[in-house]
């Protein structure tokens, strides 16, 4: 029952480093999205995609690439880390779009100095 | 600009009282709202949602009030336990309007409630 899994849990980057978070939902869903939650700011949205083979950009994407892997797997790539990326990242997914509930990951604590 | 508003950042309740959280939202546009509870260390989850068409929704401990004249809805939770200690976040969409589209939810910044014993 494991829903939707984020990896990696925390990670620490120098300014200038790249990664990849690593989203899979085993849910069927057709949506995905990457939020990132910042103190005092609620939560932003960075990249989603509708369905499978689509991505699109959400509030906040400068500094982000996304790929959809495929129906299960959808990650997000940070190419050149700053300080003003260090936030929450979490990975949703949802059956439909708007009028159905998203379900959240766990997270990835993600610091950059 | 925020279109979904928390104006309070946290509240104290005492348990076995009625919490009352609230949210208001600029977007006329938005016509599905939801709470969702978060504890921690873990992501958001799903607590319970109302569509325009509405005014009222309940589940258990748990009533979302819609105002659309006012742009306000509220959640109440009857009789607040100390499990219900988490940050709450109100959420908003363009569900029907877009119909149906995926481009997310617009969140509130959350309001810390804290349940005392």
């Known amino acids: 029952n494991a829903g939707v899994t984020q990896t990696p849990k925390f990670q620490v980057l120098k300014t200038g480093q790249s990664m990849t978070l690593q989203c899979a939902q085993d849910?069927?869903?057709?949506?995905m999205y990457w939020y990132r939650q910042d103190p005092g700011m609620g939560l932003r949205l960075i990249y989603y995609s509708a369905s499978e083979g689509t991505t699109d950009k959400g509030e906040v994407p400068n500094g982000y690439n996304v790929s959809r892997l495929n129906k299960r797997e959808f990650s997000l790539r940070l190419e050149s880390a700053a300080p003003s990326q260090t936030s929450v990242y979490f990975c949703?997914?949802?059956?439909?779009?708007?009028?159905?509930?998203?379900?959240f990951g766990n997270g990835t604590r993600l610091t950059v100095t | 600009d925020q279109q979904v508003k928390q104006n309070s950042p946290s509240l104290s309740v005492q348990e076995g009282r009625i919490s009352i959280l609230n949210c208001d939202y600029t977007n006329s546009m938005f016509d599905y709202f939801l709470w969702y509870k978060k504890y921690p260390a873990e992501g958001p989850t799903f607590l319970i949602s109302i569509s325009s068409i509405k005014d009222k929704n309940e589940d258990g401990r748990f009533t979302v009030f819609l105002n659309k004249s006012a742009k306000h809805l509220s959640l109440h939770i009857v009789p607040s336990q100390p499990g219900d200690s988490a940050v709450y976040f109100c959420?908003?969409?363009?569900?029907?309007?877009?119909?149906?589209?995926?481009?997310?939810?617009?969140f509130g910044k959350g309001t810390h409630l804290i349940i005392q014993p």
């Open positions: 949703a997914s949802t059956p439909r779009g708007r009028d159905s509930p998203l379900h």
């Open positions: 959420a908003a969409s363009e569900a029907l309007y877009s119909g149906g589209g995926a481009d997310g939810l617009t």
């Open positions: 849910m069927n869903h057709n949506s």
